[in-house]
Nanobody
Framework: QVQLVESGGGLVQAGGSLRLSCAAS????????MGWYRQAPGKQRELVAS???????NYADSVKGRFTISRDNAKNTVYLQMNSLKPEDTAVYYC????????WGQGTQVTVSS
């Protein structure tokens, strides 16, 4: 089973940027779709961005134009560049396949202050 380790979160002011990374313990080359999810306190986990093996990308409306997802199959890593962050982006961010197949990792906390 592939294990996923997220990193790159932190505390940032509104309008700031962060770059999240998701390192997989095994090859993601054959995995069609990888995604970034987030879960805010008291809310359900939601998919914010996904990318297929051939580079087809989708974003949740709430992050379109601000977040950019990418993947490096050679490094078995998926990235999420987050710009123009808002307080409502505060959440724990996770990566997984889309839909989620592997066990969920610990996630990385993103906190955006106003």
């Amino acid at each position: 089973q592939v294990q996923l380790v997220e990193s790159g979160g932190g505390l940032v002011q509104a309008g700031g940027s962060l770059r999240l990374s998701c390192a997989a313990s095994g090859s993601i080359f054959s995995i069609n779709a990888m995604g970034w999810y987030r879960q805010a306190p008291g809310k359900q986990r939601e998919l914010v961005a996904s990318i297929t093996r051939v580079g087809r990308i989708n974003y949740a409306d709430s992050v379109k134009g601000r977040f950019t997802i990418s993947r490096d199959n050679a490094k078995n890593t998926v990235y999420l560049q987050m710009n123009s962050l808002k307080p409502e982006d505060t959440a724990v961010y996770y990566c997984n396949t889309n839909p989620g197949f592997f066990s969920w990792g610990q996630g990385t906390q993103v906190t955006v202050s106003s």
